[in-house]
């Protein structure tokens, strides 16, 4: 079984500029999620998918992030204009559905600096 | 809200030893699941773990196992015949039945040969 895929792996852009993510989620997992993982803390949920309508998107600035995932199966995430607090590594994960009963598979991970 | 507390940023054990790492929690839920999940470096996190709280009896995966102390609000992952690939970042994650899976903000193991 494929695991979750995302592109690309690093990014490097200068303040003020646009980037985009791309997850690729597990064949069949309804639910897709996308956490941030600033150095030296635990991944925070920026967005979740149930198929292609948003779950929580609470955490999300909206101001600078957008997210889509139009026919319930890969997502992008973009940020514009970016800003220096946010270089992080950006995760995808996926599961069956939201319920705790199924594990989160996540990806490989998208380390994005902002300089 | 969910909240996780993670006291130990680091930890270390020898080969073969094993070792506890700790988390307290706290959730208005009253069914939810525990979780640990490892982060080796530059690798992907992956689940090891799983409690369901209605459960009394404490979970177990070959060598990792749990300490569930419900009324504590406690879930420590005990790892035992630490081998060198259990070196990663552990997190503690709480998930009620509508809230989102929170993380605490990991312990950094080190495993000695």
């Known amino acids: 079984e494929a695991g979750v895929a995302q592109s690309p792996r690093y990014k490097i852009i200068e303040k003020r500029q646009s980037v985009a993510f791309w997850c690729n989620p597990i064949?069949?997992?309804?639910?897709l999620y996308w956490y941030q993982q600033i150095l030296g803390q635990g991944p925070k949920l920026l967005i979740q998918f149930q198929n292609n309508g948003v779950v929580d998107d609470s955490q999300l600035p909206k101001d600078r992030f957008s997210a889509e995932r139009l026919k319930g199966v890969d997502s992008t995430l973009k940020i514009q204009p970016a800003k220096l607090e946010d270089s992080a590594v950006y995760l995808c994960?996926?599961?069956?559905?939201?319920?705790?009963?199924?594990?989160?598979?996540f990806g490989p991970g998208t380390r994005l600096t902002v300089t | 809200a969910q909240t996780v507390t993670q006291s130990q940023p680091e930890m270390s054990v020898q080969e073969a030893e094993t070792v506890t790492l700790s988390c307290t929690y706290d959730?208005?839920?009253?069914?939810?699941?525990l979780f640990w999940y490892k982060q080796p470096p530059s690798r992907q996190m992956i689940l090891v773990i799983r409690?369901?709280?209605?459960?009394?009896q404490n979970a177990t995966e070959n060598r990792f196992s749990v300490n569930f102390q419900k009324a504590a609000k406690s879930f420590s992952l005990k790892i035992s015949d630490s081998q060198l690939g259990d070196a990663a970042m552990y997190f503690c994650a709480p998930k009620g039945g509508s809230e989102k899976l929170v993380f605490g903000k990991g312990t950094k193991l080190t495993v000695n040969p």
């Open positions: 959730t208005s839920e009253s069914d939810y699941y």
């Open positions: 409690q369901e709280a209605y459960k009394q």
């Open positions: 064949s069949g997992h309804a639910t």
């Open positions: 994960a996926s599961s069956l559905s939201a319920s705790g009963l199924y594990e989160q598979y």
